[in-house]
């Protein structure tokens, strides 16, 4: 079993930025393709990155594409994104999740999810 925490959430003005980090325990992650999903509220959960289990690959959803980074420190157990240039429509709750697949996506499985954290974006 893997246990995931998310933090690094809060509010933030538009333009603004935040890193959310991921906190894995009860197994190490190196061996899985960790992501970052979010939920906007009466919206489905969706797609915002992955990382493969060594880190060399990366993969974005288009409306991040350019301001987000998503990284790993597979010896700390920990994943990050690191969100810049904020819009008030990044607001939602942000989920860290982890898969054995080597690609995690919003048509994939996916093993393992973190409670969430809550990003606000103000305008």
């Known amino acids: 079993q893997v246990q995931l925490a998310e933090s690094g959430g809060g509010l933030v003005q538009a333009g603004g930025s935040l890193r959310l980090s991921c906190a894995a325990s009860?197994?190490?992650?190196?061996?899985?393709?960790m992501g970052w999903f979010r939920q906007a509220p009466g919206k489905e959960r969706e797609f915002v990155a992955g990382i493969s289990w060594s880190g060399a690959g990366k993969f974005y959803a288009n409306s991040v594409k350019g301001r987000f980074t998503i990284s790993r420190d597979n010896a700390k157990n920990t994943v990050s994104l690191q969100m810049n240039s904020l819009k008030p429509e990044d607001t939602a709750v942000y989920y860290c999740a982890a898969d054995r697949r080597p690609i995690i996506s919003d048509s994939t499985p996916v093993a393992y999810w973190g409670q969430g954290t809550q990003v606000t974006v103000s305008s």
């Open positions: 009860g197994r190490t992650i190196s061996t899985y393709t």
